[in-house]
């Protein structure tokens, strides 16, 4: 069964840090395209970065652009959103997804997503 598991939520205060993981059981991020996504109450899913199979191209929204990081282990079949200077607006159920060839801000143009994990900012 093909699978992506976010992990890494919580917590934190405005200023902090947290780094999310996107783990896949049952096939091999290598040769997939990850995005992150967030939905905060009440609005639309949206994209927040993605990095490229290789991992050598990556973007972010400019919301977050700065102060978001994202990267990915091959080894351990792992993707990471590290988030510094966590604000308040930030707080958002995060997902990551999986997709084919390239980056997307289309939420349709994922094959495989996980289940999310909350990020709440507030002090």
């Known amino acids: 069964q093909l699978q992506l598991v976010e992990s890494g939520g919580g917590l934190v205060q405005p200023g902090g840090s947290l780094r999310l993981s996107c783990t896949a059981s049952g096939f091999t991020l290598d040769y997939y395209v990850i995005g992150w996504f967030r939905q905060a109450p009440g609005k639309e899913r949206e994209g927040v970065s993605c990095i490229s199979n290789s991992g050598f191209s990556t973007n972010y929204a400019d919301s977050v652009k700065g102060r978001f990081t994202v990267s990915r282990d091959s080894a351990k079949n792992t993707v990471y959103l590290q988030m510094n200077a966590l604000k308040p607006e930030d707080t958002a159920v995060y997902y990551c997804?999986?997709?084919?060839?390239?980056?997307?801000?289309?939420?349709?143009?994922?094959?495989?997503w996980g289940q999310g994990t909350q990020v709440t900012v507030s002090s």
């Open positions: 997804a999986a997709r084919r060839y390239l980056c997307s801000a289309y939420i349709g143009q994922y094959d495989y």
